[in-house]
């Protein structure tokens, strides 16, 4: 599980499993600065290439997190975006989802263009089996 924070606020994330998720596990800590595209934030990610076997799209669902290859960033869109019809998050380039939020991405809906995010590793916490052991 990852961690995104952006001023006071953080959402965690679930990997889903494909090759981009791995990939991006494998480059966290890092930080970048937000920009603001609607309802949509987008950061630099230091992950040159998305891995070919993954199935880009151009909207998302709510809580999905994406990887846009061609501009090497991570998008997170809670709402419109100005190309969108209606409440869709459309993005403008065909993009990867990657992982799911856990918590809701509109709480980073104040959130402005120059921000400061941070992407990291949450702390792992213990499964248990339903028997106890």
């Given at each position: 599980?990852?961690?995104?924070?952006?001023?006071?606020?953080?959402?965690?994330?679930?990997?889903?499993?494909?090759?981009?998720?791995?990939?991006?596990?494998?480059?966290?800590?890092?930080?970048?600065?937000?920009?603001?595209?609607?309802?949509?934030?987008?950061?630099?990610?230091?992950?040159?290439?998305?891995?070919?076997?993954?199935?880009?799209?151009?909207?998302?669902?709510?809580?999905?997190?994406?990887?846009?290859s061609d501009?090497?960033?991570?998008?997170?869109?809670?709402?419109?975006?100005?190309?969108?019809?209606?409440?869709?998050?459309?993005?403008?380039?065909?993009?990867?989802?990657w992982a799911?939020?856990?918590?809701?991405?509109?709480?980073?809906?104040?959130?402005?263009?120059g921000s400061?995010?941070?992407?990291?590793?949450?702390?792992?916490?213990?499964?248990?089996?339903?028997?106890?052991?």
């Open positions: 599980m990852l961690s995104v924070r952006i001023n006071q606020q953080q959402v965690r994330l679930v990997l889903r499993s494909n090759q981009t998720a791995r990939a991006i596990a494998d480059i966290v800590p890092f930080s970048a600065t937000v920009r603001r595209w609607g309802q949509a934030l987008m950061f630099d990610c230091p992950l040159p290439v998305i891995p070919a076997a993954d199935q880009p799209q151009t909207e998302l669902a709510p809580g999905d997190v994406a990887f846009w501009g090497s960033s991570i998008i997170l869109g809670f709402g419109p975006t100005p190309i969108s019809t209606g409440r869709e998050v459309r993005l403008a380039h065909p993009s990867t989802v799911d939020a856990l918590d809701d991405l509109i709480a980073f809906a104040d959130v402005e263009t400061k995010v941070e992407i990291h590793l949450e702390q792992s916490v213990e499964i248990k089996t339903a028997s106890g052991q």
